[in-house]
């Protein structure tokens, strides 16, 4: 693997991390790779961001504007990847519908001015005039995208789709990938359980008709969704989603991966989706996450970064949670095939957990202080 040259002085001690974490999913439809509780993963599991990646509009990355984002079109591109799952974002509509979207509002330009609607107040058949149209001979209310300083920009991408549902991911997504849905609650919203078993309600109606036998992990940043979603339902994983601190909200089950262990031990949930900053800066928090048997997946913008990933995989760190899907389930072949040829003298290593290189602790632990430096 070749590395960044990379100063490390002013870097804080890390801690060590655990040789052979166990990884604690307890349902029988699971991700290829994934054990059931108590055992250790098969393998290193890797997840397309919103299929194959989310759109950054002001990125001048184009292939964070390749393909529209939460769409059927992108799932099936991630799938033509070595990837486990494709993660994507289901809101209910007003009429009780699960479709994909990621954001809380969406936009249109109308008469010339920017109309604003919450995604939760629409329609289904209100929510599909967005976009490009199945039918191609009409035309869909164009799509606008409001980014995180205020700025409103036409959604602009080289390959468009239309919108979807629940139901068409299940029906037109290749049946070999796994889906990992995220449960989509508003932050600023507070819910009552009686709201969200009604919500939860109607997205697994639609996953127990038509999941057969696809791989799902639920996942959720709502404390309290991924709470009733685990009493609801005991066929499929519910993990807690968390910046880990990286951010701070008024809910302290959401600022830390101590409360995200504790909230998910208290709940009975199966695992944590965490920033991974949040992992990098506490290594130690893996200890405690797979002291209490938890799944430890990971997602955000170090995850593009293969250097980043590997060094997650190197630590025990089930899986990530990645945009640019090609590159780096190439970079991981190109890693793992280098390990297989180191450890090929040895028998059996090829069943470990993706022949896992034999790193010592204060190797690790040293590695562990370069990573800020090779993502700059």
Request: proline residues 5%; negative net charge.
């Amino acid at each position: 693997m070749a590395l960044k040259a990379a100063h490390v002085s002013g870097v804080p001690s890390l801690d060590h991390v655990p040789e052979t974490p166990a990884l604690s999913v307890s349902s029988v439809h699971l991700p290829s790779g994934v054990g059931k509780a108590g055992q250790k993963p098969t393998k290193f599991l890797v997840v397309g961001h919103r299929g194959k990646g989310m759109n950054a509009l002001l990125s001048p990355d184009r292939r964070m504007k390749e393909l529209k984002e939460n769409s059927i079109l992108s799932f099936n591109a991630a799938g033509r990847f070595p990837i486990d799952l494709v993660e994507f974002d289901v809101q209910v509509t007003k009429d009780d519908c699960p479709v994909i979207f990621h954001d809380d509002f969406i936009y249109t330009e109308e008469d010339g001015r920017i109309s604003e609607n919450r995604m939760t107040d629409l329609t289904l058949k209100e929510f599909l005039s967005y976009g490009p149209q199945k039918d191609l001979s009409k035309a869909g209310k164009p799509l606008i995208r409001k980014t995180k300083d205020g700025r409103f920009l036409n959604w602009s991408v080289e390959s468009d789709y239309p919108l979807c549902t629940l139901q068409e991911a299940f029906e037109l997504v290749d049946s070999h990938i796994g889906f990992n849905i995220e449960l989509k609650f508003d932050d600023y919203i507070n819910y009552q359980d009686e709201e969200l078993t009604q919500i939860l309600q109607a997205v697994l109606k639609v996953v127990f008709k038509y999941a057969k036998d696809r791989p799902i992990i639920f996942s959720s940043f709502q404390p309290d969704a991924a709470r009733v979603m685990g009493k609801l339902q005991s066929s499929y994983p519910v993990y807690f989603l968390t910046n880990g601190g990286t951010e701070i909200y008024p809910d302290v089950r959401r600022n830390s991966l101590e409360e995200a262990v504790k909230h998910c031990i208290e709940n009975g949930l199966q695992g944590i989706v965490s920033e991974v900053k949040a992992v990098f800066r506490c290594p130690s928090a893996i200890s405690k996450v797979k002291e209490a048997n938890l799944g430890l997946i990971t997602y955000g913008v170090l995850n593009n970064v293969p250097e980043a990933v590997y060094m997650q995989h190197l630590m025990g760190i089930n899986g990530v949670i990645v945009d640019l899907v090609q590159e780096i389930t190439e970079s991981l072949a190109e890693f793992n095939h280098k390990t297989e040829e180191e450890n090929g003298e040895e028998e059996g290593k090829a069943n470990e957990v993706v022949n896992r290189p034999n790193f010592s602790q204060r190797e690790i632990s040293f590695l562990l202080r370069l990573i800020p430096e090779l993502v700059q």
